[in-house]
């Protein structure tokens, strides 16, 4: 049965996984971990949390939480999926090719057979020319209801980056690995893509590299690390987030996604993660600014 502490359990297992180990937790929230009289059996806490403000307040902590699942543990789709496709593009102007593909993904019973009513496959926007490609792990719920990436207020930030770099929603190409919304049994929130959802969908990703050649790919989120480098529990996004890869031989950054930096809106986080954005910019050859140097550093 649903409490109001599934809501700060599901956000606790993504922050975990998107590499951050503690956490600041309000009164509100910390009235929510008091034992209750008769409580169920749980296993120890797999996240560190750090309740400095709630030992300021003089509350006594409980951290006794479910045990985090890991994210390549996802809610399994209903049927299993069928071998990857195989994309030949055809010989064309790059604009026909992506025309081309959209509609391979649209019209792909596979895809549409993952859609929720009023859901829409999101195949990915942008320029067709550019230097940086923006790739995610999976469609949110806003994402999947327009057929649009990175759309709410997650997709208000990553313009506001964008719009910091010099750049917008129309100069770099945006996408995600999976191009449907994944399915959950839940009434709220979205669910990470499994392994198996990410690499049927890889074939449509390589094609979409393909016909745009950027010079960049900046992967957001912890999913899109094994989405894109494969398979590895050994690989996490805390130890490789900043650092370069390369995915079809192409300069690959993985940094956080912009709704973990919603929540986690701290001047360390948001500098590390705009060191990747000025990374990937120097790796293109645009000009960075000293004030652009110095975003989100102490003044």
Request: include cysteine; aromatic fraction near 8%.
């Amino acid at each position: 049965m649903s409490t109001d502490l599934d809501p700060v359990y599901e956000e606790l297992k993504r922050l975990q996984l998107e590499g951050m180990d503690r956490v600041f937790i309000e009164d509100s929230t910390m009235a929510l971990l008091k034992p209750m009289d008769t409580p169920a059996p749980v296993e120890p806490p797999a996240v560190a949390i750090d309740l400095q403000s709630a030992v300021n307040s003089g509350q006594q902590p409980n951290t006794a939480l479910p045990k985090v699942t890991p994210r390549t543990k996802a809610v399994a789709t209903s049927t299993p999926l069928p071998d990857a496709p195989t994309i030949e593009l055809p010989a064309a102007d790059a604009a026909t090719q992506m025309q081309w593909l959209q509609q391979q993904v649209e019209n792909s019973p596979v895809c549409k057979e993952h859609l929720r009513e009023d859901e829409k496959v999101v195949f990915g926007e942008g320029s067709l020319t550019a230097d940086i490609f923006y790739c995610g792990e999976a469609p949110s719920e806003e994402e999947a209801a327009v057929g649009s990436p990175f759309q709410g207020k997650s997709g208000e930030l990553l313009s506001k980056i964008f719009n910091a770099m010099g750049l917008s929603r129309e100069t770099v190409y945006m996408t995600n690995i999976l191009k449907w919304r994944p399915e959950h049994d839940k009434p709220y929130g979205n669910r990470p893509p499994t392994q198996d959802e990410m690499e049927f969908c890889l074939p449509y990703l390589k094609a979409q590299l393909q016909i745009v050649q950027p010079k960049v790919i900046i992967g957001l989120g912890n999913a899109t690390v094994p989405g894109l480098l494969g398979a590895d529990p050994d690989r996490k996004m805390a130890a490789i987030r900043g650092t370069w890869q390369t995915f079809e031989k192409i300069p690959l950054v993985f940094t956080f996604q912009p709704s973990y930096l919603l929540f986690n809106d701290t001047m360390k986080t948001k500098r590390m993660a705009w060191e990747d954005m000025l990374k990937a910019m120097e790796k293109v050859g645009m000009p960075i600014s000293e004030k652009q140097q110095s975003f989100f550093l102490p003044k």
